[in-house]
T-cell receptor
Framework: DVKVTQSSRYLVKRTGEKVFLECVQD?????MFWYRQDPGLGLRLIYFSYDVKMKEKGDIPEGYSVSREKKERFSLILESASTNQTSMYLC?????????????FGPGTRLTVL | AQSVAQPEDQVNVAEGNPLTVKCTYSVSGNPYLFWYVQYPNRGLQFLLKYITGDNLVKGSYGFEAEFNKSQTSFHLKKPSALVSDSALYFCAVRAFGNEKLTFGTGTRLTIIP
């Protein structure tokens, strides 16, 4: 089974702090994704990466950056956290690029910014 | 552009009755369609997907979905609902050649004992 893990289930940070969310997958997948989930808005793509050191902006990249130094690890960085970044953050991975490929999700990190 | 609509925020079904969660999509070209389920405080779990071939797709936990090209729909169904099916369900679409997956806003399914 594919396993995608996220470093924290719950996180509370203060406005202006730098926040790191970590995601690790153990199935040698090429692609990794970061989404945020908000009630009534579904999932929205923040960034994705199809290879080590490669990244692409998703639909809502503002206020976020990412890092992929190793194939299995994809980090989401909030440079200066703000209250409107309070959300559930979901990491996903998929084997390759083709449109037919399934994304597998981690358990999520619920981030609260005070 | 690609988009997904889940017209019902909430669906209530009595235990043992058939259930349907609706999804319609819009893409240019061939669509690839997915259903995911999210249990409380959990990530999304993959249920099933339509790529090509038979319009009726069978997935996990007894769920199935029917692809209807003329109505641009991909409704999720189950013949007999269980209380444990209560969860948040997401439909998603990806167009051929597009690496991004677009999700609907989700439908909360509640099965009433």
């Amino acid at each position: 089974d594919v396993k995608v893990t996220q470093s924290s289930r719950y996180l509370v940070k203060r406005t202006g702090e730098k926040v790191f969310l970590e995601c690790v997958q153990d199935m040698d997948h090429e692609n990794m994704f970061w989404y945020r989930q908000d009630p009534g808005l579904g999932l929205r793509l923040i960034y994705f990466s199809y290879d080590v050191k490669m990244k692409e902006k998703g639909d809502i990249p503002e206020g976020y950056s990412v890092s992929r130094e190793k194939k299995e690890r994809f980090s989401l960085i909030l440079e200066s956290a703000s209250t409107n970044q309070t959300s559930m953050y979901l990491c996903a991975s998929s084997l390759t690029v083709p449109s037919t490929d399934t994304q597998y999700f981690g358990p999520g990190t619920r981030l609260t910014v005070l | 552009a690609q988009s997904v609509a889940q017209p019902e925020d909430q669906v209530n079904v009595a235990e043992g009755n058939p259930l349907t969660v609706k999804c319609t999509y819009s893409v240019s070209g061939n669509p690839y369609l997915f259903w995911y389920v999210q249990y409380p405080n959990r990530g999304l779990q993959f249920l099933l997907k339509y790529i090509t071939g038979d319009n009726l797709v069978k997935g996990s936990y007894g769920f199935e979905a029917e692809f209807n090209k003329s109505q641009t729909s991909f409704h999720l169904k189950k013949p007999s609902a269980l209380v444990s099916d209560s969860a948040l369900y997401f439909c998603a679409v990806r167009a051929f050649g597009n690496e991004k997956l677009t999700f609907g806003t989700g439908t909360r399914l509640t099965i009433i004992p």
